[in-house]
């Protein structure tokens, strides 16, 4: 593999994401250092770069208005006193918040919460205060020592009490509202955890680095790092089902011969499988374990639903005259409370194929109406509701409530003149120019360059990984994409393009970090004869539709 440094100018553009130069929409008391403060903590591991909301109207929301700034990396925040008497609200942001646990950024937003007058953000004071209880009654409830609640359970070594508040953690919902209406099965799990801890004796040695979750009602053990850092091993994927028969699926059309096509997938929160024609006016739902039909719904005009997305359990269709219209989890008209779904004040929601704003800041409208369509590909994997990035030399984060934050990194026209140098000092033999180099935007700071040999058609162009840290090579493919989403530090890339040098099916994991090809997955066309158009990377492994063929598949690995 080669590799070159980045020059000084890119490398410290990139080194700054993540640095000094995020702006963030809101109110930060931090730099007022004339006023009374009291020092207060994130923690599960220490949280840096946590988001912290002064919660005014204790709603256990984090409206915009609220915030007041971010997490230092040892998770400790100076808060003016003015705020102390309202509840703090921290929001760890997916790839962005640090974890001292790991060596790295956490793979899932998370939002605590403490009551006013705690010190100390941590998944037992969520926990306490969802249930509207003090820490004694809960440490009454749960059967531990409350003095080790309220504390730093790190520095004072409470080894049980730190296992506990990180497996607790993984019970937690990415907002406070939907781990409020979870609470009581919240509760009840986290009495299995004690009552596991206190059955089990465990090292220190073992308690250093465990997490204790739970899998259809048993206790699973794991470490931190596999948490949020387990790679996602694609040699090993193997086909979990394929549904193909569509025939109990009422569809009709102009074209008689023509039946149900997927062409959209979305991953719903039980796991099951939202499908939509390309038309999104039949929807179906798959069982994400065996692909089996489990619902459907009425179908709509061809023109009538221009976009959706999905809200907690709903499905919402948006229609030519801007009303959303919400299916219920059988796919049946349904008319849901706003205390039911995420997005029923939201200003910034991504949708299937756009992303919707109703806020009344011109500029973020404007950015947003002008977003790159490729940001589309990997959004759902990336940090936030919505992100893309603006070939100037900046990309931009935006939650739900229209908070935005914006990093600096590369500007396009710097990142093409760095490959350029790159490619040309390489050996390949092959001198390119800047209208040969294209600049695709994955995650954060990694983009992904290609050198086109032949822009009329496919053609076997060359690879190449910027980061941070450096350029990589990593060799020579045909057209493609890279998507993201099976683990936290790895990019996969796959062509549908079948022809001379490229005749079958082949996925390559890439590490974001290194640039290192660490996984390769091979299958023949006629083990697998339908083309993977669209591809769906979760955690749960790769959904794929395709149209032409009428068929959605799964591949999940044996690891």
């Known amino acids: 593999m080669k590799k070159l440094l980045l020059t000084s100018a890119i490398a410290s553009l990139l080194s700054a994401c993540g640095g000094d130069s995020v702006d963030t929409v809101g109110n930060d008391d931090t730099t007022n250092t004339t006023s009374q403060r009291s020092k207060y903590r994130a923690l599960d591991g220490y949280l840096g770069g946590a988001l912290v909301y002064a919660d005014a109207d204790g709603d256990m929301v984090a409206d915009d208005d609220e915030y007041i700034g971010k997490t230092a990396a040892d998770g400790t925040i100076d808060i003016d006193q003015k705020h102390t008497n309202y509840d703090i609200i921290v929001r760890a942001i997916a790839n962005v918040t640090t974890d001292s646990d790991i060596n790295g950024t956490v793979s899932e937003s998370k939002e605590m919460i403490a009551k006013s007058g705690v010190r100390h953000i941590t998944p037992l004071s969520t926990l306490a205060a969802i249930q509207n209880l003090t820490l004694n009654d809960l440490a009454a409830d749960l059967g531990i020592n409350p003095d080790e609640i309220d504390a730093d359970f790190i520095a004072n070594d409470y080894k049980n009490t730190h296992v506990l508040n990180r497996s607790i953690n993984t019970l ?8 409020k209406q979870g609470k009581v099965a919240i509760k009840e799990n986290a009495k299995k955890l004690v009552e596991h801890l206190q059955q089990y004796s465990y090292s220190n040695a073992e308690l250093d680095d465990l997490v204790l979750t739970i899998e259809n009602g048993s206790i699973i053990t794991t470490t931190p790092d596999q948490l949020h850092n387990g790679s996602y091993d694609i040699s090993t994927l193997d086909l979990a089902w394929e549904q193909k028969d569509f025939s109990v699926v009422t569809y009709t059309s102009d074209l008689s011969e023509q039946g149900f096509h997927p062409c959209y997938v979305r991953e719903a929160s039980d796991k099951s499988l939202i499908v939509t024609n390309c038309f999104s006016n039949k929807f179906i739902i798959l069982d994400g374990s065996t692909g089996d039909i489990k619902a459907q719904s009425e179908q709509f005009g061809d023109m009538e639903i221009t976009d959706w997305y999905l809200d907690r359990e709903f499905v919402a269709l948006i229609d030519s005259n801007d009303t959303t219209i919400y299916l219920d989890k059988n796919l049946q008209r349904a008319n849901p409370d706003a205390s039911e779904l995420d997005y029923a004040d939201a200003k910034v929601i991504t949708t299937q194929r756009n992303v919707i704003y109703r806020g009344s800041d011109s500029e973020i409208a404007n950015r947003l109406a002008n977003a790159n369509w490729l940001s589309y590909r990997n959004v759902r994997a990336r940090s936030g509701e919505f992100s893309h990035y603006e070939s100037d030399g900046a990309y931009y984060v935006y939650d739900k409530n229209g908070i935005e934050t914006k ?129 769906l990377h979760t955690k749960s492994g790769i959904t794929i539709v395709s149209d032409s063929y009428s068929t959605v598949l799964r591949l999940v690995t044996s690891k």
């Open 407 to 535: 990093y600096n990194t590369a500007s396009e026209a710097e990142l093409k003149s760095h490959i350029l140098e790159f490619h040309n000092a390489s050996g390949t033999g092959h001198t390119t120019v800047l209208e040969e180099i294209n600049v695709d935007w994955i995650t954060d700071d990694v983009f992904i360059s290609s050198v086109n040999l032949d822009s009329n058609r496919v053609s076997n162009d060359y690879y190449y990984l910027t980061n941070r840290i450096g350029t990589f090579a990593l060799g020579r493919m045909y057209g493609g994409s890279f998507q993201i989403g099976l683990d936290k530090h790895s990019v996969v890339y796959y062509s549908a393009y079948k022809g001379p040098g490229n005749e079958n099916h082949v996925f390559k994991q890439f590490d974001m970090r290194t640039g290192q090809l660490i996984n390769t997955w091979n299958a023949t066309m006629t083990d697998y004869p339908a083309n993977f158009y669209a591809r």
């Open 172 to 179: 937690l919902y990415d907002n406070l509202k939907d781990t």
